[in-house]
């Protein structure tokens, strides 16, 4: 098992920015793939940002330029900076780990970004 931790959501006005940070402990492997998806109130989950064990990041094209995913430096950790906030950035935001066939979500942190 591998337990997800994240923080770092918040209330911001547009414009402004967050860091949101994911901490995994347990069961963790080296090669592992995390990431960040959003749920907007009203839609799907969505894909924001992936880091695969090579390092490579993919963005959504809604976030490319202003959002960037980065990998710690003790433990697997990731980081999401997220700057020139919109408020149609606003929701749930969960952390996503991947290691082989096993897949594991954080409990998600709230970002809601006000006109």
Same mark, same amino acid.
């Given at each position: ?9 918040? #209330?911001?006005?547009?414009?402004? &920015? #967050?860091? #949101?940070?994911? %901490? ?5 492997? &080296?090669?592992?793939?995390? %990431? ?15 880091? *695969? ?8 094209? &809604? ?17 999401? *900076?997220?700057?020139? #906030? ?16 096993? *897949?594991?979500?954080?409990? %998600?942190?709230?970002?809601?970004? &006000?006109?």
């Amino acid at each position: 098992q591998v337990q997800l931790v994240e923080s770092g959501g918040g #209330l911001v006005q547009a414009g402004g &920015s #967050l860091r #949101l940070s994911c %901490g995994a402990s347990g069961n963790i492997f &080296s090669a592992n793939t995390m %990431g960040w998806y959003r749920q907007a109130p009203g839609k799907q989950r969505e894909v924001v940002a992936v880091i *695969d064990p090579d390092d490579k990041i993919t963005y959504a094209q &809604s976030v490319r330029g202003r959002f960037i995913n980065s990998r710690g430096y003790a433990g697997p950790t990731v980081y999401f *900076d997220m700057t020139d #906030l919109r408020p149609d950035d606003t929701g749930i935001y969960f952390c996503n780990y991947i290691t082989g066939t096993n *897949d594991y979500w954080g409990q %998600g942190t709230q970002v809601t970004v &006000s006109y």
